[in-house]
């Protein structure tokens, strides 16, 4: 595989300002580097808050109050 030398570099990055306009530079940039913080973070194992699962807590009192209203 061969490497990118600066040459290269400087040649993708003026194809994508003619892409995306330099409007949607910064957005991009953003999206990457959230991007790469999301990936580093599932690969290391650790998460910064982790998601606490309310899905069956709902779902319980839901089925709670069914049986409830049935009685």
Known sequence: MPNV???ELIL?????????GP?????I???VGNSFREFKEAT?????APAKPR????ATRASAARTKRKA
């Open 44 to 48: 290391s194992g650790t998460a910064s």
């Open 12 to 20: 993708i990055l003026a194809v994508v300002l003619l892409v995306f």
């Open 5 to 7: 030398g600066p040459f």
């Open 55 to 58: 899905a069956k807590k709902s």
């Open 29 to 31: 940039g953003k999206a």
């Open 23 to 27: 409007g949607k530079l910064p957005e």
